[in-house]
């Protein structure tokens, strides 16, 4: 079955540090996605990336940044030099096919990540 | 701009007395679906549409009823709604567009049931 795991539940660094959320999947599919989302205090989903199954190659887009690794199912996720304003629930996500052509998004449990001034 | 509306985003409510969370979408999206939020269990899919008059059941269907008889809405309907059921609520839409994936979420609605 398609799966994913946040094993970390809550991180708790200060400000400046660099943090790594992890995030591990089960799936029978050769061709999936990847997705990271990000929760806010205010509560709304908001994407930050989606990674298919045949691109490996790292992605950075400014202090984030993401390594996908087929051969440990892992598709982790880096907060460099973190900010009070990266104060959130991030949740990891597989992409599962439906009939018809359409996918469902399974998601992980999240990790809340704090950073203290 | 290209949404996804949610109302209620907050309601208290008691065991038994139906309640309707609305979504709408102004994006001509195909595909909707609902989805709850619950600690320690990420967000787990309730039902979703493929089109209209199109629904079928996700992980987590019971106690819950969905419609879409227009593209744009597709209501979540709790006929008896129990404690149980307290949590927040998502809908979300996605273009038909292959390799496009990307959910596009409303903001929530957070229910509560005594």
């Known amino acids: 079955a398609q799966k994913v795991t946040q094993a970390q539940t809550e991180i708790s660094v200060v400000e400046k540090e660099d943090v790594t959320l992890d995030c591990v999947y089960e799936t029978r599919d050769t061709t999936y996605y990847l997705f990271w989302y990000k929760q806010p205090p205010s509560g709304e989903l908001v994407f930050l990336i989606r990674r298919n199954s045949f691109d490996e190659q790292n992605e950075i887009s400014g202090r984030y940044s993401w390594n996908f690794q087929k051969s440990t199912s892992s598709f982790n996720f880096t907060i460099t030099a973190s900010q009070v304003v990266d104060s959130a629930v991030y949740f990891c996500?597989?992409?599962?096919?439906?009939?018809?052509?359409?996918?469902?998004?399974?998601f992980g449990a999240g990790t809340r990540l704090a950073v203290h001034p | 701009e290209a949404q996804v509306t949610q109302n209620p985003r907050y309601l208290i409510t008691v065991t038994g007395k139906k309640l309707t969370v609305t979504c709408s979408q102004n994006?001509?999206?195909?595909?909707m679906s609902w989805y709850r939020q619950d600690p320690g269990l990420g967000l787990r899919q309730i039902y979703y549409?493929?089109?209209?008059?199109?629904?079928d059941k996700g992980d987590v269907p019971e106690g819950y009823k969905v419609s879409r008889k227009e593209k744009r809405n597709f209501p979540l309907i709790l006929e008896s709604p129990s404690p149980n059921q307290t949590s927040l609520y998502f809908c979300?839409?996605?273009?038909?567009?292959?390799?496009?994936?990307?959910?596009?979420f409303g903001a929530g609605s957070r229910l509560t049931v005594l």
């Open positions: 994006m001509n999206h195909e595909y």
């Open positions: 979300a839409s996605r273009d038909r567009v292959a390799g496009a994936n990307v959910l596009t």
């Open positions: 549409s493929m089109n209209v008059e199109v629904t």
């Open positions: 996500a597989l992409s599962e096919f439906l009939s018809g052509g359409y996918n469902k998004l399974i």
